[in-house]
Nanobody, 124 residues
Framework: QVQLVESGGGSVQAGGSLTLSCAAS????????MGWFRQAPGKDREFVSS????????YYADSVKGRFTISRDNAKNTVVLQMNSLKPEDTAVYYC?????????????????WGQGTQVTVSS
């Protein structure tokens, strides 16, 4: 059973940057496809980005493509989401998630383990 802990959230002005980190423990990190999701108040949880087990494949929602970068370090059991050119509409709680099944997914229900979330607030 893998445990996930996010860090790095905070408040920033529009145009700024934040780096989110997710530390995994209790499982074989390299066997999981990792994802980031976000949920704004009153909205469904939505896919942001994901990365394959080896890190060779990265995937992004259209809304963040070109601004966010996902990476992972299997030796350190961490996945990082670098967020640049932040916009007020990026404001949400961001969650790290792990998917055991082979292949990528943008659906929250297809991820097996979740972190507790970290708040990102972007002001205009």
């Amino acid at each position: 059973q893998v445990q996930l802990v996010e860090s790095g959230g905070g408040s920033v002005q529009a145009g700024g940057s934040l780096t989110l980190s997710c530390a995994a423990s209790g499982g074989t990190f390299s066997s999981y496809h990792m994802g980031w999701f976000r949920q704004a108040p009153g909205k469904d949880r939505e896919f942001v980005s994901s990365i394959s087990r080896t890190g060779a494949g990265t995937y992004y929602a259209d809304s963040v493509k070109g601004r966010f970068t996902i990476s992972r370090d299997n030796a350190k059991n961490t996945v990082v989401l670098q967020m640049n050119s932040l916009k007020p509409e990026d404001t949400a709680v961001y969650y790290c998630a792990a998917r055991k099944s082979i292949g990528r997914s943008t659906k929250p229900l297809e991820y097996d383990h979740w972190g507790q979330g970290t708040q990102v607030t972007v002001s205009s």
